[in-house]
């Protein structure tokens, strides 16, 4: 064993007594004298030393009263040292599992940007020229957001991209119908489908195969493109509320870069999160997980309160928080409470640093927060020991196992004619998954969205296929026909709901693990070990929530 892991016990010698003194022995060191062992640290005793020759009486030594106890902490250079190997390994592991783009992904993501840009000025004058307002009057332009804008991308990553269009350019039919059939006539755009009825109404598509979020802000401006340059607060008071939200992102990412200390390290850490919530299925909206912004404020917060932290350390702190945290209380960047903001009936609530603060758009459901919070502890239980010595990160980052976790699973397959038919259909399917969820969770059934898209290659037409892990304490019988009616219900809500699933269709039904596709049955090695690893740090259960939520 390290001596930076020893404490010694042993008697400390003393010269005879007088012989007027009575002779004294070693004290036992578990004796009642109230000097107990060390119970944390292993010790040995020392063999007793041969007695030194005598003294002349008129220099006495008394024994001590109780033996003298050492306990030796670990050496703070051999805690640096493993502090920095274990950073050093996260960072190489980030970069095996293909977390860190290339130069050459760089190169390719400012040319979209690039490419974008003189797409939106092409699309200003059109919308000009189609109004009659002079050449050169109206301006567009672009900005980004997001992980990219962050540092904090990765090669698969998508690019947030916002268009900011003038007073003429319209969201519905401007962006929605003359900007789209510009970006279709476009040979390096494909896998083009738009969402128009979420929160903030989007295009997705493909740019050189680097996919794009394109969202639109109108400002109430002719010449859009200084007007944002100056980014007045009397120019953000007249903006419409969808153009507000996608603002958003923008304003965010600037109090994000300006708040955090190290660049450096918060781009690492982030990293590191979002790996961590891809790989344990925790990182799609949609489905009432974390979205981007969630996962970059709580990795700014833990980078603002400890600064000097190394990049191990912080993720082992972003854990050790979080695994904690009260959930009745937002997580805030602002160094004061923001006591203009009210969060009941919000599971997780999560402040957008920007001026007036505001929540972040939060799709967070019980069962979607449980699992969270399960996560969470699980990444806290296996972090929390920075000296243990058979560590590995594969633990961490390890796939979630759904095949080994669940029996029965919901399946739920859209299908459409085209390809192009069936990317707007699932767009659109897709931003309904959470009222399906919160139907299934008010009917007693908890499940657990595995946020993957299957394809099944027996079917002819276009289609894709979602599993939703059934959980077994709540298992019921499940009504597919008439969840499926419910559901259909919401997606036909309105006229552009209907015009779109005329030739499309969902089909739901549950089915168990043989019918799992390959893809989604694990290869784990570790999830045994994991579950014994595990006892003692299980995620509080359904009635601590309640309590902690006010949901009781």
């Known amino acids: ?22 002779p004294v022995g070693f004290l036992d060191t578990s004796s009642a004298a109230g000097y107990p062992e060390p119970q944390t640290l292993p010790f040995f005793l020392a063999p007793t030393p041969p007695p030194p020759p005598p003294l002349p009486a ?17 050496d703070p250079s051999f805690l640096a040292d493993v502090d920095q190997r274990r950073s050093s390994s996260l960072v190489q592991f980030l970069k095996d599992e293909g977390a860190v783009p290339s130069p050459e992904d760089e190169k390719k993501r400012e040319k979209v940007i690039r490419e974008l840009k003189k797409i939106v000025m ?11 307002v002079p050449q050169g009057l109206a301006t567009a332009t672009i900005l980004t957001y997001g992980s990219y804008t962050l ?48 929160k903030v109404p989007l295009m997705r598509f493909r740019f050189t195969g680097i996919a794009v979020d394109f969202t639109y802000a109108q400002l109430p401006v002719i010449d859009a493109l200084k007007a944002i340059n100056t980014f007045s607060p009397q120019l953000l008071q007249k903006i419409d509320t969808r153009s507000w939200r996608s603002l958003s992102g923008v304003r965010v990412n600037e109090q994000i870069v300006q708040l955090v200390p190290n660049a450096e390290k918060f781009q690492a850490l ?12 925790l990182h799609c909206h949609y489905l009432g997980f974390f979205a981007g912004i969630h996962l970059a404020i709580l990795a ?39 006591t203009c903001l009210h969060s009941e009936g919000r599971l997780m609530p999560i402040v957008m640093p920007c001026t007036p603060p505001e929540f972040c758009v939060s799709n967070v459901t019980k069962g979607s927060f449980k699992k969270i919070r399960e996560e969470l502890t699980r990444g806290y239980a296996l972090t929390r020991d ?15 196992p759904y095949d080994q976790k669940y029996q029965q699973f919901l399946r739920i397959a859209l299908c459409a004619p085209t390809f192009a038919e069936l990317r707007d259909w699932a767009g659109w399917v897709k931003s309904r998954f959470r009222i399906l969820i919160l139907k299934l969770e008010r009917a007693g059934i908890e499940c657990d969205p595995c946020p993957s898209e299957e394809v099944d290659h027996t079917d002819s037409d276009p289609n894709v296929v979602f599993y939703w892990g059934l959980i077994p304490e709540r298992i019921i ?19 552009y709901g209907t015009v779109k699933c005329t030739h499309s269709d969902v089909t739901i039904s549950v089915v168990g693990l043989p019918q799992l596709p390959k893809s989604m049955c694990s290869q784990s090695v570790h999830w045994q070990y994991m579950q014994h690893c595990m006892m003692g740090y299980e995620g509080t259960d359904e009635g601590q929530s309640a309590g902690w939520l006010g949901l009781g």
């Not at 001596?3 to 003194?21: D, G, H, I, R, S």
């Not at 092409?122 to 009659?132: K, L």
């Not at 019988?477 to 006229?495: C, G, P, Y």
């Open 300 to 338: 700014a917060y833990v980078c603002r309160k400890f600064p000097d932290a190394s990049v191990n350390g912080l993720f082992a702190v972003f854990f050790q928080t979080f695994a904690h945290w009260p959930w009745q209380v937002p997580v805030s960047l602002h160094d004061e409470p923001t």
């Open 151 to 198: 540092g904090a991308h990765g090669p698969e990553s998508d690019i947030d991209v916002l268009c900011v269009g003038p007073c003429i350019a319209t969201l519905q039919y401007h962006f929605f119908v003359v900007l789209r059939q510009i970006l279709e006539g476009r040979s390096e755009v494909s896998e083009l489908q738009t969402v128009e009825k979420a």
């Open 58 to 74: 008129v220099y006495p030594l008394l024994p001590p009263s109780a033996p003298i106890v050492i306990q030796l902490q670990p």
């Open 386 to 400: 920075p000296l243990r010595h058979d560590f590995q990160w594969t633990w961490l980052f390890e796939p979630f």
């Open 270 to 281: 982030l990293r590191c999160i979002k790996l961590w919530a891809r790989k344990r299925g």
């Open 477 to 495: 019988q499940v009504d597919t026909s008439s969840l499926k009616e419910d559901f259909m219900e919401d997606i036909t809500n309105d006229v």
């Open 1 to 22: 064993m390290s001596m930076a892991y020893m404490a010694a016990v042993a008697p400390v010698p003393w010269w005879p007594p007088p012989p007027e003194l009575a």
């Open 122 to 132: 092409h699309w200003a004058d059109a919308v000009a020229y189609e109004q009659s």
